[in-house]
């Protein structure tokens, strides 16, 4: 199973940028799909996530508001439409995905690479 995030750039503050994250591989069921963010010199956060089906997303404070996940699970990809983008939204932003690889297996965690955000002020 491999994520492939796509979507980050450069933009001013009060911009907008909407992210993509695609997974591929043998994957029997996708659980929650979510997006993690790691800005310079700090730990890595939680920035949003969506339940399997998709009735319960979570925004963490700093982004309510601003920043609205999706997902299409037909074609297995997660989007973070982030809006009105402030400095302190720079980082990279890591897609992660809850994935049973095998009916027989466990759900385990992957990740994307990473694609950065910067935002200038």
């Known amino acids: 199973v491999q994520l492939q995030a796509s979507g980050g750039g450069l933009v001013q503050a009060g911009g907008s940028l909407r992210l993509s994250c695609a997974a591929s591989g043998t994957i029997f069921s996708i659980n929650q799909m979510g997006w993690y963010r790691q800005g310079p010199g700090k730990q890595r956060e939680l920035v949003a996530y969506?339940?399997?089906?998709?009735?319960?997303?979570y925004y963490a404070d700093s982004v309510k508001g601003r920043f609205t996940i999706s997902r299409d699970i037909a074609v297995k990809e997660v989007y973070l439409q982030m809006n009105d983008l402030r400095p302190e939204d720079t980082a990279a932003y890591y897609c992660n995905m809850i994935i049973r690889p095998g009916k027989l297996q466990f759900f385990s965690d992957y990740w994307g690479q990473g694609t950065l955000v910067t935002v200038s002020s």
């Open positions: 969506v339940d399997g089906d998709g009735s319960r997303p």
